[in-house]
């Protein structure tokens, strides 16, 4: 089971790669926008970071505390999303201590949803809603962790393989055309990251 502190404990990991990441995350978000995601990365963690002691056992509201952190350190669009995600599984999650692994992928679900209506993208945009769609689909009847991992990393990998080769279609990222054929999206490359550090402390 998820808990409070299992989250306290992944947000230190979380924090610590986002921090060793920020430049590889900057150069690739260089190539198709801003080039700000790795800063926009550290600062929402370094936030939560700020507040992790204080996070209550309620998980839906330390899911809801993770989110107002974000949102009050960036104003960027990829930290918007993150929030919206949190946010909605803080809805559905509040009053209760713990998340069961077979939640895991109702719950992508639930942020899916919310992401993409804020967002305004479509899956097959070539986004992260792409890799969160997978990793929803690899968590269905999952209640063995090992396996759950195993099969949220195989989805990431391969969604990232599938999208490399394809063209950007939303957001600043669509204005470079064909120039974005051949690169990873900086979102889904920031989300394989996440997710890496939060596997290498399990």
């Known amino acids: 089971m998820i808990s409070?502190?299992?989250?306290?404990?992944?947000?230190?990991?979380?924090?610590?790669?986002m921090e060793q990441s920020a430049d590889e995350l900057n150069t690739a978000d260089g190539l198709l926008g801003d080039g700000d995601l790795g800063v926009t990365m550290i600062r929402g963690f370094r936030q939560i970071l700020a507040d992790l002691e204080t996070l209550p056992?309620?998980?839906?509201?330390?899911?809801?505390q993770c989110a107002k952190a974000f949102t009050k350190s960036s104003?960027?669009?990829?930290?918007?999303?993150?929030?919206?995600?949190m946010m909605a599984i803080a809805k559905v999650k509040k009053g209760q201590t713990g998340i069961e692994l077979e939640?895991?992928?109702?719950?992508?679900?639930?942020?899916l949803e919310a992401m993409q209506k804020r967002g305004k993208a479509s899956l097959g945009d070539k986004t992260v809603l792409d890799v969160i769609a997978a990793v929803r689909d690899a968590s269905k009847n999952q209640a063995e962790g090992q396996g759950l991992l195993d099969s949220i990393?195989?989805?990431i990998n391969d969604t990232m393989?599938?999208?490399r080769n394809r063209q950007s279609q939303i957001g600043r990222a669509r204005i470079f055309g064909?120039?974005?054929?051949g690169l990873d999206d900086p979102g889904m490359l920031a989300f394989k990251r996440m997710f890496e550090s939060l596997q290498a402390g399990l």
């Open 4 to 17: 409070t502190e299992s989250i306290q404990s992944g947000i230190k990991r979380l924090a610590q790669a």
């Open 57 to 64: 056992e309620d998980i839906g509201m330390a899911f809801f």
């Open 75 to 85: 104003g960027s669009s990829y930290g918007t999303l993150l929030a919206t995600g």
């Open 103 to 111: 939640e895991v992928s109702g719950l992508f679900d639930i942020a």
């Open 153 to 155: 990393n195989q989805a």
């Open 161 to 163: 393989d599938q999208f």
């Open 178 to 181: 064909e120039k974005s054929i």
